[in-house]
């Protein structure tokens, strides 16, 4: 993906209203097979690239989806996923875990392993994706992982799950689907979450449409939000807190790692500290 043209901002906040939540309720058991015998809904079918020992996933051959080196399947390869985990730094021990959009699973791969204590539950609209998860080594649903094939908008619309860390992550061969790109997505997003939760939203950075998106994700979270550009600044990672703000003050680099492998630790060290670093320059521009 292009790198935009114009130079990168400093991460800024975003601006929205708030409700108190029940406690945490169990997600209801939604999971469905996929079709028999050709009965598959019409989605766009990807396909599976492999060279020099690592495997991509594409609905185009110019946008990489997902990307894998098969001797090493929980690394995180793509940057921007890398970016995503900077969860960590609000909250370092998950109590549930939802993402929307499954892809080759390079994050629910990662947090099943280095993440054990956290359930996950993925949500994913297309069952041709659904469909590669052995080629891109995701895990079996057990008693702390599944994956669930649903439209992520309607389920957060009607089902009224409960995460205390949303990853959303969907794209389809025309980008990200208009579904997960409205007002109502983003409200219903803040209302899965418990005071202190977190959204984590993967924008593409040089669409026309990021500042109103950025935007409508502000408006819901009461401003408590704040964009950070992944590494190589294709993509900005927008972070928001329901009922807090976002700010480094009290995070703590070796908590946020703690329960981590050395692997894990390794991967994320760096990011973590670039993160924090950019939220920390917003905070100084704040208080000048």
Request: charged share 20%; with cysteine; proline share 9%.
């Amino acid at each position: 993906m292009p790198k935009p043209p114009h130079p990168p901002p400093a991460p800024q906040r975003a601006r929205a209203s708030a409700a108190a939540l029940d406690p945490w309720p169990t997600l209801p058991q939604l999971a469905r097979p996929l079709p028999e015998n050709g009965a598959l809904p019409q989605h766009a079918k990807p396909f599976v690239h492999e060279h020099g020992g690592t495997r991509s996933l594409h609905f185009t051959l110019g946008e990489l989806q997902s990307s894998m080196v098969m001797r090493r399947p929980w690394r995180l390869e793509v940057d921007y996923t890398r970016t995503m985990m900077g969860f960590l730094l609000f909250n370092p021990a998950p109590l549930h875990i939802g993402m929307i959009g499954l892809g080759g699973g390079s994050l629910a791969k990662f947090c099943y392993r280095q993440l054990p204590a956290s359930p996950m539950t993925v949500l994913e609209i297309n069952p041709h994706v659904i469909a590669l998860r052995r080629e891109f080594q995701i895990p079996d649903d057990d008693e702390r992982f599944r994956v669930i094939m649903a439209d992520g908008a309607l389920f957060m619309q009607t089902e009224a799950p409960r995460f205390d860390v949303l990853l959303v992550d969907g794209f389809d061969q025309d980008g990200q689907p208009a579904a997960l790109c409205t007002q109502r997505f983003y409200d219903d997003c803040f209302a899965a979450l418990p005071g202190g939760g977190v959204l984590v939203v993967n924008l593409h950075y040089d669409h026309p449409d990021y500042p109103v998106l950025a935007d409508r994700i502000s408006r819901s979270f009461s401003g408590n939000a704040v964009e950070v550009l992944s590494e190589e600044q294709s993509n900005s990672i927008v972070f928001a807190s329901k009922g807090q703000a976002i700010s480094p003050r009290g995070m703590s680099l070796s908590k946020s790692l703690s329960g981590l492998d050395e692997e894990g630790r390794l991967q994320l060290k760096s990011e973590l500290v670039r993160i924090a670093w950019q939220m920390k320059t917003l905070d100084d521009g704040d208080c000048a």
